[in-house]
């Protein structure tokens, strides 16, 4: 029977995000579904060596964690989960919440799984593929792929639930459509119904990212006061079967959620905002706004929405060598000058090593290493932290950077040493396909109790 209305909650908006506000939004939101989106673009890829190492693995570390902490309540109240926490590997997640489910007291809790996003050997089969960033052939990226998953919509989320579930975990979905996903489920909505669709996935950007929308990012003491930040609440919407949408946040929770947050979290990562592309439809957001129904409490309105287009985007994890790093404080009088010196000496000795660098660079944090402006301009600090980080596919290359910086502590200049740190790690960078839609084959799996 289709639904009025209905409330979604957002339980995280990445891997490591807080647990216990996801814990006070179900306790106290009078939530009908929570949705729970944990995976950033580089993710994946991570997860999928983790897979490659273990088969069981794969999926987001704090899977576990969270689940066991968030489950038992929400069970307990009705509300229906959806994640994509399964990352790399979905079907192991659920194997590994309902190996835990009888401690957490949630035996009998039926489980859908979202597979097919994965779509590394469809990437292989077309190499002349056309990389969105720079036009280059995918062929370039193939011998060193770590992964590929193509963004799922909305409908594959719906599918999910319309086998019962009362939990639905997926690998790459896009972010909105975990929110979607929901409201299709519950209201039966086309996917001819742009308004409806555009609303939506508006509803769902403003809410996948947690504290975001609640004054998470937003603080700024003296400038934009943020009321109990340290116990900032997560968002919720209010959906109705025609559309509507209201957000607010959960229940005596601090923070706020106002027309000033939803405008800052409605340009988040939102390139284009009159055409914001989604697995779902093409979201026009140019002209929304926003309306203060009471404190905490928005209404959302001018959203549009076109149809989706014929591809999936997929996105193409890959091994791009190594970075190498190394930082050391320098304090006290003449510090700038000091850090500059060491800088001129770590260079010189790695030039003598013959070691060379596609890409190095070196900041004075504090002075600029976010804005990149001259240091020479800046007010002489009494205290200056150096940082050289350089990338190279030679992994003894990319140590000897921290070697160097490291070394300054007693061969450099005076005055070094405050919190030394280096190291050298293997990069795992991303770059993205279209595809058309009937090169995926999503399903959808009853994981049952054993």
Wanted: net charge negative; aromatic share 6%; charged share 25%.
């Amino acid at each position: 029977m289709a639904r009025d209305k209905i409330r979604i909650g957002c339980g995280a908006g990445f891997a490591d995000d807080r647990i216990p506000p996801g814990v006070e939004i179900v306790e106290r939101g009078e939530l009908d579904y929570l949705a729970m989106e944990c995976l950033a673009e580089r993710t994946i890829a991570r997860e999928t060596l983790d897979r490659a190492k273990d088969p069981a693995k794969g999926y987001t570390p704090v899977l576990l964690e969270r689940m066991e902490a968030i489950m038992p309540p929400a069970l307990r109240r009705g509300v229906k989960i959806v994640t994509n926490m399964g990352a790399a590997n979905p079907m192991g997640a659920a194997r590994a919440v309902r190996k835990h489910a009888a401690e957490w007291d949630c035996p009998d809790y039926t489980c859908a799984v979202v597979r097919g996003d994965e779509v590394t050997d469809v990437m292989r089969a077309h190499p002349e593929l056309p990389l969105m960033e720079d036009g280059a052939r995918l062929e370039s990226l193939l011998p060193k792929m770590a992964s590929a998953n193509a963004y799922l919509g909305a409908d594959v989320v719906a599918k999910g639930f319309a086998t019962g579930a009362e939990l639905v975990v997926t690998g790459r979905v896009a972010d909105p459509a975990l929110f979607l996903g929901p409201m299709l489920h519950a209201f039966g909505w086309s996917y001819d119904d742009y308004p409806k669709l555009a609303n939506g996935t508006l509803a769902g950007h403003l809410l996948e990212c947690s504290g975001q929308l609640t004054g998470g990012c937003f603080a700024d003491p003296g400038r934009k006061e943020v009321e109990d930040l340290a116990g900032l609440g997560y968002p919720l919407a209010d959906v109705w079967a025609d559309g509507r949408v209201e957000v607010s946040k959960t229940p005596g929770s601090g923070g706020r959620l106002d027309v000033a947050t939803c405008t800052e979290q409605l340009l988040y990562e939102m390139h284009d905002p009159s055409a914001y592309i989604t697995p779902d439809c093409v979201l026009d957001a140019s002209g929304v706004t926003f309306r203060t129904l009471g404190h905490d409490r928005v209404g959302l309105d001018g959203a549009r929405g076109k149809p989706r287009t014929a591809t999936y985007k997929v996105v193409v994890g890959y091994f791009d060598g190594y970075m190498g790093s190394g930082e050391m404080g320098f304090a006290g009088i003449n510090a700038l000058a000091r850090a500059k010196l060491g800088i001129e000496v770590v260079k010189e000795r790695l030039r003598r090593r013959g070691l060379s660098y596609e890409e190095m660079r070196v900041d004075l944090i504090g002075m600029n290493s976010l804005h990149a402006n001259d240091a020479s301009l800046c007010p002489e600090p009494y205290e200056v932290r150096l940082r050289i980080a350089a990338r190279t596919p030679d992994k003894k290359a990319a140590e000897a950077v921290g070697a160097e910086v490291r070394s300054l502590h007693m061969q450099g200049p005076t005055g070094a040493g405050g919190g030394i740190n280096f190291g050298a790690r293997q990069i795992l960078a991303v770059k993205s396909v279209l595809i058309p839609r009937e090169w995926v084959k999503p399903e959808i799996v009853m994981e049952q109790a054993a």
